[in-house]
């Protein structure tokens, strides 16, 4: 085949880069950009990418409909013009034109030109979301993510354990990709604890000296538990330097592992959005490859600055599958820009505060299980896992509150009735609680299983 293109000729690697520095050079370049140069580079790169994504049939409807011509963006803020469309929207698009949708701009007969590759998401309800992603994509998907985890304290040559789940979904090899390709480390693909026992995984790191875990943080903490069980202290006898980790009870992990721990933000389509830095005043966007905005979850009308509302992303990298005005219905918020303690102006963003669209209506006030989850974690005597429930009980809409305790069993009466009083002070509702024993609730949770650890279940 003469068109047969290797991906080292498919892609410049001296260009991405200039475009996309990797860690360390990020650092000094730019990560301390000046606010007019991350702006003229984000309309630069906006423009371009609207352009491509016209040529996408979803787009192109979309925008025709909307009144939005790419022509129009003459600043950042003409991006608003743009409409936004969320996860129902690619469902639809996947019914439409089965199997791949018509949201994306290539198919598998493109990987003779450019190799690829293609990850999974969703499935649990529905088929199954397929994102293609060229091996641009994925090399600067790798060098943004590379970025987050060099920031939070993972270096060149050190060993790491990946206990992601290695399958259909890009979650393992996301950060297979970048430990390997643009941080230089050693993977253990010890995949998670159904693959390779927990008690393996603990030998492994302590073997190898492996400076990170990579995981949620729930089953992070079962690995330091399970430490503890071999007569291990996970703070001294394991050389854990990053917790590379997202998902989790942080104050319990710096206690455990005595390393600090620094969030991240990112999903499936786009990988690494934006990663905290050590003045922990925000989470920094790489702003050389996505335009961030935030709304008001029900309206999808912008909302101001400092205010919590569905993060709505726009990335400005890729060369496939476009994202632009990804409503995502994730909650958080936006920082002005202004110069981080760190000495970064580019913009930053709250955590992760919780499902936009997993947002419930109890008896008229609006309650986002995993803030729920967030204030039982709070009382003294509770482990940092719990599930929410929410159920319709003789014609009223009631939630429970499931959250484990490890301490006796004859506490635990006393721990409900704690916890059940903080959150009817936090949120002017009742809201039953159970406590239960450890691992009492990981068949809900499917923590040993799954990429994410499920919270909530909507029964009603
Ligand atoms: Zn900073």
């Given at each position: 085949?003469?068109?047969?293109?290797?991906?080292w000729?498919?892609?410049?690697?001296?260009l991405l880069?200039?475009?996309?520095?990797?860690?360390?050079?990020?650092?000094?370049?730019?990560?301390?950009?000046?606010?007019?140069?991350?702006?003229?580079?984000?309309?630069?790169?906006?423009?371009?990418?609207?352009r491509?994504?016209?040529?996408?049939?979803?787009?192109?409807?979309?925008?025709?409909?909307?009144?939005?011509?790419?022509r129009?963006l003459?600043?950042?803020?003409d991006?608003?013009?743009?409409?936004a469309?969320?996860?129902?929207?690619?469902?639809?698009s996947?019914?439409?034109h089965?199997?791949?949708?018509?949201?994306?701009?290539?198919?598998?007969?493109?990987?003779?030109?450019?190799?690829?590759?293609?990850?999974?998401?969703?499935?649990?309800t529905?088929?199954?979301?397929?994102?293609?992603?060229?091996?641009?994509?994925?090399e600067?998907?790798?060098?943004?993510?590379?970025?987050?985890?060099?920031m939070?304290?993972i270096?060149?040559?050190?060993?790491?354990?990946?206990?992601w789940?290695?399958?259909?979904?890009n979650?393992?090899f996301s950060?297979?990709?970048?430990?390997?390709?643009?941080?230089?480390?050693?993977?253990?693909t010890t995949?998670?604890g159904?693959?390779?026992?927990?008690?393996k995984?603990?030998?492994?790191?302590?073997?190898?000296?492996?400076?990170a875990i990579?995981?949620?943080g729930?089953?992070?903490?079962?690995?330091?538990?399970?430490?503890?069980a071999?007569?291990?202290?996970?703070?001294?006898?394991?050389?854990?330097?990053?917790?590379?980790?997202?998902?989790?009870?942080?104050?319990?992990?710096?206690?455990?592992?005595?390393?600090?721990?620094?969030?991240?933000?990112?999903?499936h389509?786009?990988?690494?959005?934006?990663?905290?830095?050590?003045?922990r005043?925000?989470?920094?966007?790489?702003?050389?490859?996505?335009?961030?905005?935030?709304?008001?979850?029900d309206?999808g009308?912008?909302?101001p600055?400092?205010?919590?509302?569905?993060?709505v992303?726009?990335?400005?990298?890729?060369?496939g599958?476009?994202?632009?005005r990804?409503?995502?219905?994730?909650?958080?918020?936006?920082?002005?820009?202004?110069?981080?303690?760190?000495g970064?102006?580019?913009?930053?963003?709250?955590?992760?505060?919780?499902?936009?669209?997993n947002?419930?209506?109890?008896?008229?006030?609006?309650v986002w299980?995993?803030?729920?989850?967030?204030?039982?974690?709070?009382?003294?005597?509770?482990?940092?896992?719990?599930?929410?429930?929410?159920?319709?009980?003789?014609?009223?809409?009631?939630m429970?509150?499931m959250?484990?305790s490890?301490?006796?069993?004859?506490?635990h009466?006393?721990i409900?009735?704690a916890?059940?009083?903080r959150?009817?002070?936090?949120l002017?509702?009742?809201?039953?609680?159970?406590?239960?024993?450890?691992?009492?609730?990981?068949?809900?949770?499917?923590?040993?299983?799954?990429?994410?650890?499920?919270?909530?279940?909507?029964e009603?």
């Amino acid at each position: 085949m003469s068109d047969l293109r290797r991906a080292w000729q498919a892609v410049d690697y001296e260009l991405l880069e200039r475009m996309y520095p990797p860690p360390p050079q990020y650092l000094d370049t730019a990560y301390l950009a000046s606010p007019e140069e991350i702006e003229r580079v984000q309309l630069e790169r906006l423009q371009h990418r609207a352009r491509r994504a016209a040529t996408i049939p979803f787009h192109a409807k979309r925008w025709a409909e909307a009144g939005f011509d790419p022509r129009d963006l003459r600043s950042l803020d003409d991006l608003w013009h743009a409409p936004a469309y969320t996860v129902d929207d690619i469902r639809q698009s996947i019914e439409d034109h089965p199997p791949y949708g018509d949201y994306q701009a290539i198919t598998p007969a493109d990987a003779v030109d450019e190799p690829m590759r293609v990850f999974m998401s969703g499935g649990t309800t529905g088929a199954s979301r397929p994102t293609f992603y060229t091996w641009w994509d994925r090399e600067v998907g790798a060098v943004l993510t590379a970025r987050g985890l060099y920031m939070q304290g993972i270096r060149p040559g050190d060993v790491v354990l990946n206990s992601w789940a290695y399958g259909l979904h890009n979650g393992a090899f996301s950060f297979d990709e970048p430990l390997t390709r643009w941080l230089n480390c050693a993977v253990l693909t010890t995949s998670t604890g159904n693959v390779t026992s927990t008690r393996k995984q603990v030998e492994l790191a302590r073997d190898y000296r492996a400076t990170a875990i990579l995981t949620t943080g729930d089953y992070l903490l079962r690995i330091a538990d399970e430490a503890r069980a071999m007569g291990l202290d996970p703070k001294t006898d394991l050389n854990i330097r990053s917790l590379a980790t997202n998902i989790g009870d942080e104050q319990t992990l710096e206690d455990t592992f005595g390393v600090p721990c620094y969030s991240t933000y990112g999903f499936h389509e786009v990988q690494y959005v934006s990663v905290e830095c050590p003045a922990r005043q925000g989470l920094h966007i790489f702003e050389d490859a996505f335009v961030v905005q935030v709304v008001d979850p029900d309206t999808g009308e912008p909302l101001p600055d400092g205010e919590t509302g569905a993060l709505v992303v726009t990335e400005l990298y890729k060369t496939g599958s476009a994202q632009f005005r990804y409503n995502i219905m994730d909650l958080s918020f936006l920082h002005p820009r202004e110069q981080c303690a760190c000495g970064s102006w580019l913009r930053r963003m709250g955590r992760f505060a919780g499902r936009g669209d997993n947002m419930v209506k109890l008896r008229g006030v609006n309650v986002w299980p995993e803030a729920l989850g967030k204030i039982a974690l709070e009382v003294p005597g509770t482990t940092p896992d719990y599930f929410v429930r929410a159920l319709r009980i003789e014609g009223r809409d009631e939630m429970v509150v499931m959250v484990a305790s490890d301490a006796d069993p004859a506490q635990h009466d006393h721990i409900r009735a704690a916890v059940e009083a903080r959150l009817k002070e936090r949120l002017g509702v009742r809201i039953a609680v159970d406590v239960v024993r450890p691992g009492a609730l990981d068949d809900l949770t499917e923590l040993a299983t799954s990429p994410k650890p499920k919270r909530f279940r909507d029964e009603r």
